[in-house]
């Protein structure tokens, strides 16, 4: 996991070669930033950037070997290496020299640290090259972070800034800001900036500094209406409305919402575990998992009456004017009954 690695880096433990792989690109960002951090030496003339699209793995070796002036070591970022993944070769602007590649991993430069990026979802375990860069490198994998290891990178973020933050606040941070890593490292340091550097992000403060995104509010919002809590849906309804969402675009994420219900209740029939739930319906597995413990929801029956309901009242919001905030407000105050 990342968090191991740059506690590592951290304490100047510093490896020859990084081998970054995934679609989370602010984990790039992050590994980057820690290892400037610690190399304080580091100026711009030693930090180098390749890209591998562009440019012949051979310039990255080359430079590795070439002695840093005046500096104790140079960073190489050496981006986009796509010969580590599956491709057409027609389609290859380069030719790069994998064998010189291979020759060099077993004894990389003492005087540079080589950071070799490739941001794809997957790599192709059959290639030569890929087998030895995974045994050679220190591996970083970039994935989309959840459960427990959502929660610790946010504690460890919050923690690297001076501050403190609970598990059950963390969970918070997510239900309210989403999972994505660059939101909630922008949040997490508006609030220690809030805090001046120190003490402990409460639930308190994360209601006061961060914003919910649409997004989210809706999932709280139909959670609470299939949970036939009328209250708690009018109050979340009239809060989107203050923010300027529009009863048009509600009703279809509402509708949305119901429809996923509906897909990952057939598919936890069918014996599916969270994982390829997610990938089959192409959704992020933090919202699948909020739903396959949400003991509330009612019947795949009952969640198609109500997708046929939100269906009439797009017809209605589309074709009539007035109030039509007051349409989808009815809808909430109707009885649900599973």
Known sequence: ?????????????????YLLTGLEQHI??????????AMPDLDEASLIRFDLEETPVEAVIEE????????ER???IAGNANFLKAQDKSREKVTHNLAMLETWLANP??????????????L????????????????????????????????????????YISADDAQLLVDMAGDQLLTLATEINKMGTYLNGEGEITASVIELLVPRTPEMDVFRLTDAYVAGRVPDTISIYHDLLRNGEEPIMLTSLIASQIRLMIHVGTLRKKGYHQ????????VHPYRVKLMMENRQIPQAERLLVILDKL??????????????ERVLELFFMEPLRK
Do not use: C, H
């Open 109 to 122: 430069s003492p005087t540079a640290v080589v950071v070799f990026m490739a941001p794809y979802e997957k």
């Open 64 to 71: 590795a070997d070439t002695l840093p002036f005046l500096q």
């Open 275 to 282: 994982q390829q739930i997610a990938k089959t319906l192409g």
């Open 74 to 76: 140079k960073l190489i």
């Open 1 to 17: 996991m990342a968090n191991a690695i740059w506690k590592k880096i951290a304490a100047g433990q510093i490896d020859p070669v």
């Open 28 to 37: 790039f960002d992050t590994t980057v930033n820690r290892l400037k951090k």
């Open 124 to 163: 192709d375990a059959r290639k030569r090259i890929t087998k030895i860069m995974k045994e050679q490198a220190t591996v970083i994998e970039a994935e989309r972070l959840q459960g427990k290891d959502l929660i610790a990178w946010i504690q460890q973020e919050a923690s690297s800034i001076g501050t």
């Open 311 to 324: 269906a009439e009242i797009d017809y209605k919001l589309k074709s009539t004017g007035g109030k039509r």
